[in-house]
């Protein structure tokens, strides 16, 4: 067998990129106004009070078996709590009705939030996740755009883990300062969680579900403040920084040969 010589090509810096470089090594909070991922991992044991074992991926007869012992999931418009299904079309269970256990799933969840608080940039800010309901989206189930109300002391923004249950439908459509994502949160492996976050200032939607119906579990995000003065954590932004480093480029790029 032959063997391949490897050879180094150097290539000359360029300084009338330095601005650039100084540019992004300005950003000093990396991460964005979302995060979403998908996991492996050994389903937790689930049990909903008056129904029993949840079987994954959900059945239908199941999802049922949880509607009759939930209620119409409203939503907060400044201080008022709104009930209206042309708004938001959901069933919720409150959660001192649902419990979640087995050995793997402790490690799982702290393994998705370590994950979440990275790709929001906020690790190290003293952050934790509060169950707030389990949400069923059934088919034709929505909610239109809206922003999220602070619903404990130092929330800061929602996190979504869906569990597996066949159905179709239902994007997550997330808006921060003029940017859209769409994120697909359709689950029917056994053995996988999808989940997505994101800070309470954005404006969010929920695409009708076309098949079948979403189970899903709700955080509320939560800073621990050290002082009164202390805002919630924010989308992180990089106006300025993108704003230079733009600039950088085409300034390079229209110089000469």
Known sequence: MGTR?????????????????????????????????????????????????????????????????????????????ILDTSVRNAWQLAPTKVRIGGKSWERSFQHILATVTDGLGCAGMNTSAEFYKLLIYEEGGFFLPHRDTEKTDGMFGTLTIVLPSVHCGGELVIRHTGREVTVDLSNAEASELTFAAFYADCEHAIKPITQGSRVCLTYNLLQRRTGKKNKPITAPLYDREAGRAGATLEQTFEKPD
């Open 5 to 81: 010589d490897d050879k180094q090509i150097e290539v000359p810096y360029n300084r009338d990129l330095k601005a650039l470089e100084d540019a992004l090594a300005a950003v000093r909070r990396p991460g964005d106004f979302f995060v979403r991922g998908v996991l492996e991992t050994p389903m937790p044991r689930f049990e909903i009070e008056g129904v029993g074992v949840i079987s994954f991926p959900i059945p239908d007869s199941q999802i049922q078996d949880i509607i009759k012992h939930a209620e119409r999931a409203p939503y907060g418009r400044g201080g008022e709590t």
